[in-house]
Structures are given as C-alpha cells and as structure tokens.
C-alpha cells in the first residue's frame, strides 16, 4: 500500500513537473555524451585540453531549436544536482560553449577537481532525461 | 586645539638619555576634534567620557593594529607616528569609518568628528613627544580638512598612491600659516558619505552654471520671438521648457510616462519653423527623437581606481586606471527601455516581463545593437561602458570587497545567498541601496555587458579606462554578477566571460554615456 501510494505520488509530481515546465526537450534514448579527454583519475601539470564527445546527438548553437541536438556545458567541481526545471546555471563552474565549442583549454589551481558534461537545448535547460557524461576527476600538479 | 599645535612649547628639558638628537622619517598622523569647545560647553563631563573612549576604543588599537605608535594624546586630539605612509592612511581611513559607525545614530550637534591630517617628514622623535617642520606641516593640513576627512600632504601622496585603493581629490598647492613653501594637499575619499558630499557640491555648481546657460538661452529666445511678427509670439511658452531637458544629463525618469518634455528639443533649435503650439506635438519633424525613453543617467566625475582585487585569478594584477568624466545609467536597461528598440525594428527581439524589469536574455551583440539604436536615435554618444568605466562606477570610490563595506548584508544586492528570496525573475529596477554614486543595482539583479573583449586576466590591459578590445573577440566580458549567483558575484571586482552572440537568461546591460 505504502509502495503504491510513493509511487502515485511521485508519478502526480513528475506529471505536475513536466506540465509546468515545458522545458525539458526529449532526447534520444541511446545519446552518450562523455569526455575524449581527460579520463578519470588523470595526473596533470599545467593547463589542459578537455574535449567534449556526443554520440547519436548532434551540437549546435545556443538559441538555435533543432530536434536532437544541444550544446555543451561543462561543470568543475559541481556538487549539486542538475535541476531539470532551470536553465543550467552561468558561473564561474558552469562554463557554456553556446557558440558551437567542442573543446576548450582549462586552467585550473593544484588540487583534485571533478569535471562533468551537461548536454543544453537551445535555451539551455537540460534535456529529459538529462542527458550528462560520466563525473572525471583530475589531479592537478 | 591649541595644545596640539604648541609642539615645540613643550617639555623640551626632556632628552633621551643618549647624546645625538634621534631624528627619524616618519608618517605623522594628527587628529582633531571638529567643534571641541563647543561640545565641552554643552555637556564637559559628558563629551570627556566619550572622547576617551574613543582614544581608548578605537584610536590606541587601529594605531597598534597598523604598526604605529601613539605619540601622545591631548584634550582634543592626538599625535601618531608610523613607518609606512600606508598603514598611517589606511589607519586614518579605519578611524573615520568607525567613527561615521558611532556617529550614526547621534544628532548633529552631539557628534564627535575628527579631522585628520597626515604628512610624511624627518622629525624629532623623543619619548613623548615630536618635533618638526613635518609635524607642523601635518597640523596645518589637519587644520584644513573637514570634519570626518582625511587630507594628506603630497610626499604621502606620492608614497601611497598606487597602493591604497581609493580615490584622491587634488586640491591643489596651499598655503599653511608660517611654512615658506606652499604644500600640495589631497582629499581622501574612502568612504561613501565623502564622495557623495563632493559630487553633491560639484552637482550643485554644474546646476547652477546649467541654469545660468539656460536663462540665458531662454532670455535670448524670448527676445527673438518678441522681435518677430506678433503671430508668432505665443511660442515662447513653449520655447523655455524644450531648452531645459536637452541640457539636462538626467532627462527621462523612469516612472512617467508623459512624452511631452521629450517632444520639445526637436522644435527648440528653430522655434520659427513650428507654426504654432497647439500643433506642436503632431508636427514634431524628428518623430523618433521625440519619443525615445533615455534611461536615466548620473554623471560620473574623472577619477582613478586601483582595479580588480587579489580574490580571483581573473581580477588580477591590481592595477591603477585613470578614468575620463562619463555618465552611466542609473540602473540597467528595463525591460520598457529596451522595448522602444525592438519597436522601433533596431533591437532582436521583443522582452517580455514587466516594464521596470531589467531586461534579460541579451546577448552581447544584442546590447550592441541597443547601443547603437539609442546613439543613432538620440544623436548622443551612447555606447556600452568599458570594463574599468563600470568597476570605477561600481565601486562608487571605495575600497572594500563590496561597496558598502568587506561583510556581506542583507537588503543591498540581488544574489541568491544575500539574504533575499532568488525568484525566477529579478525584481524591478531599483529595488535595493543605490551605492555611493547614486547608481542602482552595481552589484547582483542581472549580468551587465561590458564593451571589452575577455582576457583571462589584467596583463597588459589599458591604464587609460578605455575598452580593451582586441583581435579576435569570441567572448565578452560580464559584470555585476546576477539574482542566480551567489555572493562572490556581487563583487566589484568581480568578472565573467560569456559567447558574444549567445543569449542567457541572466545577462543584461548597462548604458554609459561619454566621447
């Protein structure tokens, strides 16, 4: 009974969730997106290229609305969820590349960081499901 | 007052017990109290009390905290030396701004105001007192500064220039009673209270010769009219009215709606060409001067700033930059503002939300393009600020991480941990404390576009607060920070990158006004 009503429940808050929000563009189901470079756990000196790799997807411009494509965002040392119903945060760990990018050269301070892909639509809200590369972390020397 | 001045007046019998007179160049702080008589007559046990206190609260430890030493107290003031010029200022600064603190909630006439001047020179150190031309000279600029300021002599001001961010007001060589030579004397500017003084009284003499420009002008129209065939002398009420906003730096307020004062300056430069009043308003030649809605703008004085901070790589190196006169918007361009563009088929897209909103989801080539619209439209060089321009403004002449001090407070900014509700849009314009210049919203509410191309740091940027463009520009820079960020963003210093021709939902603009 328990299990039955959690589920009505969150089947009522998915449902009221996603008819609020029109956001969330559907994706294809076999979409992959992941990091060409670096891969996890690799020792680094200096700066860095990191390239972005999207499989069964395509990558366009910020602001341009085609069926199954997107552009790139990459989140250093992100903790927090990705939150479905907003536009994916601009800051100094959400770096976007609306203009197409798909490689960049990162300069970070020594220590561990963790980067993660973050597949955008055109108004840069995730897609749905959420389409995320696998967390890499770095150790910078 | 007059115990301090009387330094070499005193217990000169005293010698340290080594032979050869200890001299020493030193930066002299002297600090006095405004209206001491004054105060003592109206309440002595009273205003004793609380001047000690002050020494023992707030005087003694800044000195200490900033490597100096106190050289000795009298009724109403006090005498400090210290090795560096800076400490000697930045403790002057502590002290002032403490004392604004502690004064805030007194009535005018109770307050305790020091004036402090501070000179650098070879002096006479001996165990409880010091002497010197270089003292002197301290005391006499401290004679000169106003309550609640800090003057300083131009050796410090040599000294400390490029290493004490805040602004200098030159005020020229004085003369200072019984010294030969005159002494070049600088006004600090640390805090909010004095710049906003200076501006006001610039403001009040830049009005009063305005005006004076205006009568004249008016004077002279109303004669030429009277000198024209009578049909047309109902014109001169409608003549002095439409000279006043085009000389006006703030033409448009933000809340009326009333186009009528903005119609006027196309007919005021050929009053004869307009048959008569009543038909003014349809027969205005240049329809789109007439209607545009100018964002509101404050005249910024010429300055310099010590720019960026050591928070953040990007901010680095700090470096001084001089800036030229300019006017900035009051706040960011709203919503309404930026509708007149769209209307008028010069700007991408049409902004939705409400009219005193920030407009949002601009990206840089969209704020270009207002730019142009309105220079075009209004026949005045408006143009996007430059990255030094709008950090210069921001700071509005202060020194701290924000620019109402180093703690964050609620109720100031927009930001997401500032103490106010993030909401899906950001308020209206205007709805948090406008900074020591006057200006709106510096700080948090929305990301405002800058002129300059992204570098990743300061190497190598102008020192003349020009815009730093350079070749290959795929990405600009953002300031201010936005409701979605947090309060690391809200700093003056702070600095961000975006694609130039992407659109995000938190970006929007600030116009600035200037050759």
Known sequence: ?141 | MGEIRNFKSGNQGERPPHGAVPRRLAAIIVGDIASYSRLMQADEEGTHVRVKRIERDLIQPSIVEHHGSLVKTTGDGFIAIFDSPVEAVRCSIVIQQNLVGRNASLPKDSRIEYRIGVNLGDVIVESDDIYGDGVNIATRIEGIAEPGQVFISGAIYEQIKHKVVCGYESLGDRKVKNITDPVRVYRVLPDADAVSRTRGRRENILIFFLSLALLVIAGYVLWYMLAQPGSQVGQHAAAPPAVAPTASPTPAEPGSTAPAPQVAPAASPSPTAVPSPAALPSLVPLPSTASIREPEMVAIRAGSLAMGSIDDPTERPVHQVAIKPFAIGKYPVTVREWNECAAAKACGFTAIGKDDAPVTNVSWTDAQQYAVWLAQATKKPYRLPSEAEWEYAARGGTQTKYWWGDKLQPGMAACKDCGDVSADQPVKVGSFKPNPFGLYDMGGGVDQWVADCWHKNYQGAPADGSAWIGADCTSHVLRSGSWKNDARYVRPANRDSYDTNVRYPTHGLRIALGP
């Open chain 1, 1 to 141: 009974m328990k299990i039955v009503c959690c589920l009505a429940l969150s089947a009522l808050l998915v449902l009221s969730s996603s008819a609020a929000y029109s956001q969330g563009k559907p994706a294809p189901k076999d979409a992959r997106l992941y990091f060409i470079t670096p891969h996890d756990g690799q020792k680094i000196r200096g700066g860095f290229w990191v390239r972005f790799g999207l499989r069964n997807m395509g990558v366009t411009h910020a602001g341009d609305d085609y069926q199954n494509s997107g552009h790139h965002h990459l989140l250093i040392d992100v903790n927090d969820p990705i939150d479905p119903k907003e536009p994916i945060p601009q800051d100094k760990s959400h770096l976007h590349f609306g203009a197409g990018q798909t490689e960049t050269f990162l300069e970070l301070p020594p220590g561990t960081h963790t980067l993660q892909l973050v597949l955008g639509d055109a108004k840069h809200y995730p897609f749905d499901p959420p389409i995320v590369s696998s967390k890499v972390s770095v150790r910078i020397r």
